[in-house]
């Protein structure tokens, strides 16, 4: 039996970075690292550490600081190709600076689970390349 898969239909006009469903964008990733699997798998690492301590941060952080955490995020998701967290991050940047929805709450709530869905993207990419998560000497 043959199972065959569509993908929803996007109009050529719609900007369209990455399909909807993907975490990361492998493709924009392979280029933004030159086909370079072990700087690849680096960044990915990089990305996922400052991911993690950036949304930290955020918590507590006045306005202005949650702005300019969120907006450091977007640019490290758009270099990866992590295009959910790109988007959430500046919904956040947007909100916290005034100029975007009025439920900071919410958009920190969606920017989590952005993260969340990137690193278990980030995870099974380094597992299926054989590359362990965390690689900190002494562990």
């Known amino acids: 039996m043959v199972k065959i898969f569509s993908a929803p239909?996007?109009?050529?006009s719609a900007p369209s970075p990455a399909p909807a469903e993907a975490a990361i964008d492998i493709a924009h990733l392979g280029r933004m690292t030159f086909?370079?699997?072990?700087?690849?798998?680096?960044?990915?690492?990089?990305?996922?550490?400052?991911?993690?301590?950036?949304?930290?941060?955020m918590k507590d952080a006045p306005h202005t600081e949650l702005a300019a955490f969120a907006h450091t995020l977007t640019?490290?998701?758009?270099?990866?190709g992590a295009w959910q967290v790109a988007k959430a991050a500046e919904a956040v940047e947007l909100t916290a600076s005034g100029r975007g929805q009025p439920d900071l709450a919410a958009a920190l709530v969606k920017l989590t689970a952005a993260i969340n869905e990137a690193s278990a993207a980030i995870t099974e990419l380094l597992r299926a390349s054989g590359t362990p998560r965390q690689s900190r000497p002494g562990k």
């Open 9 to 12: 239909v996007v109009p050529a």
């Open 75 to 80: 640019g490290s998701a758009r270099g990866i």
């Open 35 to 57: 086909g370079e699997k072990g700087l690849e798998r680096e960044v990915l690492r990089l990305f996922e550490r400052q991911a993690t301590m950036l949304l930290a941060r």
